[in-house]
């Protein structure tokens, strides 16, 4: 069992950067992939960014490719996710997830824990 908590949420100017952070209790940490996903009103959740269990693989949706970067501190049972150049549309609840696929996965399915989600909202 993992929990995960999520924050460093906010309201921030279009242009301007947020770090987000997912802290993971257990001792299992290192064993799962992570991954962020965001949900914006009135639309589905959608992937945003993926590590692998030790951080040396990464994946990004195309639309944060460039400007959002995902890391994790598998000694802190932590996972980071820095948004930059964050624009209007990137408003939304993001989540963090840890998931026990063999691979970086990118689909919400495949992970089974999920934090409560923090909300970063970017104005114009």
């Known amino acids: 069992q993992v929990q995960l908590v999520e924050s460093g949420g906010g309201l921030v100017q279009a242009g301007g950067s947020l770090r987000l952070s997912c802290a993971a209790s257990?001792?299992?940490?290192?064993?799962?992939?992570m991954g962020w996903f965001r949900q914006a009103p009135g639309l589905e959740r959608e992937f945003v960014a993926a590590?692998?269990?030790?951080?040396?693989?990464?994946r990004y949706a195309e639309s944060v490719k460039g400007r959002f970067t995902i890391s994790r501190d598998n000694a802190k049972n932590l996972v980071f996710l820095l948004l930059n150049s964050l624009q209007p549309e990137d408003t939304a609840v993001y989540y963090c997830?840890?998931?026990?696929?063999?691979?970086?996965?990118?689909?919400?399915?495949?992970?089974?824990?999920w934090g409560q989600g923090t909300q970063v909202t970017v104005s114009s």
């Open positions: 997830a840890a998931g026990g696929t063999p691979y970086v996965a990118i689909r919400g399915t495949e992970y089974d824990y």
């Open positions: 257990g001792r299992t940490f290192s064993s799962y992939v």
């Open positions: 590590i692998s269990r030790r951080g040396f693989n990464t």
